[in-house]
């Protein structure tokens, strides 16, 4: 076997433990609790639901900054300008959230 037919080694450290899969599934989770919370906030009719979509929103927006972030710092496989791209991803996200 040569050099070129070898297949890459497996990611290891923070790289396998933030792997691009990973960082899709944590987005995907915090986007959609951030859907859920916007959409029972547009439909509630007390205070208690209203709260209560505040939170799914906050807890969709902790997650998809936090997992943007780890990703961005810990994934060194990726591309620099990815790795930018999550890190600006995860500020705008926290300042039009909690803004």
């Given at each position: ?12 450290g923070?790289g ?7 960082v ?6 915090g ?7 916007r959409?029972?906030g ?25 997992i ?14 990815v ?5 600006i991803?995860?500020?705008l ?5 909690f803004?």
């Amino acid at each position: 076997m040569s050099q070129e037919e070898r297949p890459p080694p497996p990611p290891s450290g923070l790289g396998a433990v933030f792997s691009e899969e990973i960082v899709v599934l944590g987005a995907l989770l915090g986007i959609l609790f951030m859907f859920i919370g916007r959409i029972v906030g547009v439909y509630a009719r007390s205070v208690d639901v209203t709260q209560a979509s505040s939170v799914l929103i906050s807890i969709g927006a902790l997650l998809l900054t936090g997992i943007l972030t780890a990703g961005g710092l810990g994934n060194k496989e990726l591309d620099k300008f990815v790795r930018l791209g999550m890190l600006i991803a995860a500020g705008l996200v926290i300042s039009s959230t909690f803004g």
